[in-house]
């Protein structure tokens, strides 16, 4: 199942990179978010695959794609297109730093100390979830409330200057 669910995650967010066309990528954003929420139910977490696909699958990625369609009113002049060098030296950049990060990551200690066997973890709750935020968390909940609130009056300032 975690190879299914990490194909469908890594293969949408591959998608997503070669759309040309907005919408459709925005549509990929969300196939790779049902992804992660699969992931974390085999984490034995269903909280974080609901709060995933509500907020991420559902909120979001109807806020970026309601956002692409307000923008894309007025025409834009086309990119220049790449050249065959900077083709081949973009892929070979490419390659020799995913060849890199996988050297990394087999040569970490932190995969070699890796227990083969999964963790027996009961799971989590809203209840559990809500006590860890309001005590253990508390101060990283109040500053991201604090930064939403001002990219909120922010938003309204830049609003409000438009249409004046």
Known sequence: MFLAFALITLGAAFALFMQRNAVQAGLCM????????????????????ALQVIIYSGAITILVLFVVMLLQSHQEEPAARPGLVQKILSAVLVAVLALGAIKLVFSSSALANMPLEPPNKELMTLHKLGEQLFSEHIVALEAVGLLLLSAMVAAVILVKKEAQ
């Open 30 to 49: 969300m196939l790779s978010f049902f992804g992660v929420a699969g992931l974390f139910l085999l984490l034995s977490n269903p909280v974080a695959a």
